[in-house]
């Protein structure tokens, strides 16, 4: 059986698959998928109510950028085990050194900067024992991202504007540091291992942690709350069950579903019917405008047709689908607010107006798949201000 650091040496790509939004996504996959989910998102409700629920941790999610993995990993060029860094899933490769951090990210001045700074420091607060890391970068001294000001330390690299008191034990820490990171996940294949905490790190003065901790109690949940929760989560279920056939109402139609979900969250609308077929006519006749014969065109035109007519065939289905998908985001909003009210380690802003982090991560418990991990995010909040913010440096 191969190592994973021997799995890393022939195939460069190390990444994450994408997480699921809890009660966003997982309806538009088929009835299993969403039983699976209806049952993570009670369970969120109970460990927040205080009772014994299959929760097995939580963290707050860092909102940075650029994602990146670094580790000990076997460097193809001369079989050794060697500190390496690479960008999101490691696609172009692992950067040795600095030259390696020039040939596979000089493309991109700011990512090389990044990368650059991750490589001379990363190694300080990693040994060989952690395997491979999945994490975000949150701010760096060289950059200006991660500077003092204002008797604050402060740090922003993607939409949040963090900050803490410079004076605080944290601050003083995150004053002294050349760079801070999130380290979030541990990969290794199929058995990967989410909501890492800074204290299982060594500690090194050039290189700040980013604190994911999430403080709750019971007592935060209020009456109210759960009285909101419940009455979504029963309204949700009645429409899921008025739907004839789950599975097959959404088959081949997953992706679509999911890219005019996030359209509604960029416009602050409710999915609809008629909303969802004008998306998916346009998607679809954009396909047809890439053809070059009439033939072809033709032929994708007949499969639209087939398409939409199936929609408007089942519209009764689309319309509990729909209803159902408005009441789980509530649902799950109300969670959100919930953990949003504990104490958090840092104050967030975006353009200048204060707001919360940018959601959560849930890791049940049972096995390490992502079958067992969620990220719970306001979408309406964070998500849309995150579509709509020009001033976010891509990398690619």
Same mark, same amino acid.
């Given at each position: &059986?191969?190592?994973?650091?021997?799995?890393?040496?022939?195939?460069? $790509?190390?990444?994450?698959?994408?997480?699921?939004?809890?009660?966003?996504?997982?309806?538009?996959?088929?009835?299993?998928?969403?039983?699976? =989910?209806?049952?993570?998102?009670?369970?969120?409700?109970?460990?927040?109510?205080?009772?014994?629920?299959?929760?097995?941790?939580?963290?707050?999610?860092?909102?940075?950028?650029?994602?990146?993995? &670094?580790?000990?990993?076997?460097?193809?060029?001369?079989? =050794?085990?060697?500190?390496?860094?690479?960008? +999101?899933?490691?696609?172009?490769?692992?950067?040795?050194?600095?030259?390696? *951090?020039?040939? !596979?990210?000089?493309?991109?001045?700011?990512?090389?900067?990044?990368?650059?700074?991750?490589?001379?420091?990363?190694?300080?607060?990693?040994?060989?024992?952690?395997?491979?890391?999945?994490?975000?970068? &949150?701010?760096?001294?060289?950059?200006?991202?991660?500077? +003092?000001?204002?008797?604050?330390?402060?740090?922003?690299?993607?939409?949040?504007?963090?900050?803490?008191?410079?004076?605080?034990?944290?601050?003083?820490?995150?004053?002294?540091?050349?760079? &801070?990171?999130?380290?979030?996940?541990?990969?290794?294949? =199929?058995?990967?291992?989410?909501?890492?905490?800074?204290?299982?790190?060594?500690?090194?003065?050039?290189?700040?942690?980013?604190?994911?901790?999430?403080?709750?109690?019971?007592?935060?949940?209020?009456? =109210?709350?759960?009285?909101?929760?419940?009455? $979504?989560?029963?309204?949700?279920?009645?429409?899921?069950?008025?739907?004839?056939?789950?599975?097959?109402?959404?088959?081949?139609?997953?992706?679509?579903?999911?890219?005019?979900?996030?359209?509604? *969250?960029?416009?602050?609308?409710?999915?609809?019917?008629?909303?969802?077929?004008?998306? !998916?006519?346009?998607?679809?006749?954009?396909?047809?405008?890439?053809?070059?014969?009439?033939?072809?065109?033709?032929? +994708?035109?007949?499969?639209?047709?087939?398409?939409?007519?199936?929609?408007?065939?089942?519209?009764?289905?689309?319309?509990? !689908?729909?209803?159902?998908?408005?009441?789980?985001?509530?649902?799950?909003?109300?969670? *959100?607010?919930?953990?949003?009210?504990?104490?958090?380690?840092?104050?967030?802003?975006?353009?200048?107006?204060?707001?919360?982090?940018?959601?959560?991560?849930?890791?049940?418990?049972?096995?390490?798949?992502?079958?067992?991990?969620? +990220?719970?995010?306001?979408?309406?909040?964070?998500?849309?201000?995150?579509?709509?913010?020009?001033?976010?440096?891509?990398?690619?």
């Amino acid at each position: &059986m191969k190592t994973f650091i021997e799995f890393l040496s022939e195939e460069k $790509n190390a990444s994450i698959p994408h997480l699921r939004h809890l009660a966003g996504e997982s309806h538009y996959y088929g009835e299993k998928e969403t039983d699976d =989910e209806l049952k993570r998102l009670e369970h969120l409700h109970k460990h927040l109510s205080g009772e014994d629920s299959n929760v097995q941790s939580i963290s707050m999610k860092a909102d940075g950028s650029p994602s990146f993995n &670094m580790g000990y990993v076997k460097d193809p060029e001369d079989g =050794e085990t060697k500190f390496g860094v690479a960008y +999101k899933g490691a696609a172009k490769g692992f950067a040795f050194n600095q030259n390696d *951090v020039n040939r !596979l990210f000089g493309h991109n001045e700011g990512l090389r900067s990044k990368m650059s700074q991750l490589l001379e420091h990363g190694h300080k607060v990693v040994r060989p024992y952690h395997g491979l890391i999945q994490g975000d970068f &949150m701010g760096s001294k060289k950059d200006g991202t991660l500077k +003092k000001e204002d008797g604050k330390v402060k740090f922003k690299e993607n939409t949040i504007d963090y900050s803490i008191d410079h004076n605080s034990s944290e601050g003083k820490a995150l004053n002294k540091a050349k760079i &801070m990171v999130a380290l979030h996940t541990r990969i290794d294949g =199929e058995n990967n291992e989410y909501n890492l905490k800074p204290n299982g790190f060594p500690q090194h003065s050039d290189v700040a942690l980013f604190n994911n901790s999430v403080q709750h109690e019971p007592n935060n949940y209020t009456e =109210e709350q759960r009285n909101t929760f419940t009455s $979504n989560f029963s309204k949700a279920k009645e429409h899921l069950g008025k739907i004839r056939d789950h599975t097959s109402l959404v088959d081949g139609l997953t992706d679509h579903l999911q890219t005019y979900i996030n359209s509604t *969250v960029k416009s602050n609308s409710a999915p609809t019917v008629s909303g969802f077929r004008s998306h !998916l006519n346009e998607k679809l006749q954009k396909q047809v405008d890439k053809l070059k014969s009439e033939k072809g065109k033709q032929k +994708k035109k007949d499969e639209i047709n087939s398409t939409l007519f199936r929609v408007d065939e089942n519209k009764k289905d689309f319309e509990h !689908l729909f209803k159902a998908h408005k009441h789980l985001d509530d649902a799950k909003n109300v969670l *959100v607010d919930t953990l949003n009210s504990g104490k958090q380690p840092y104050n967030h802003e975006i353009k200048g107006e204060k707001t919360h982090p940018e959601g959560y991560v849930v890791k049940y418990k049972g096995s390490n798949s992502l079958d067992n991990v969620a +990220k719970v995010v306001n979408r309406g909040e964070f998500s849309r201000k995150n579509f709509l913010d020009e001033t976010i440096q891509f990398f690619y």
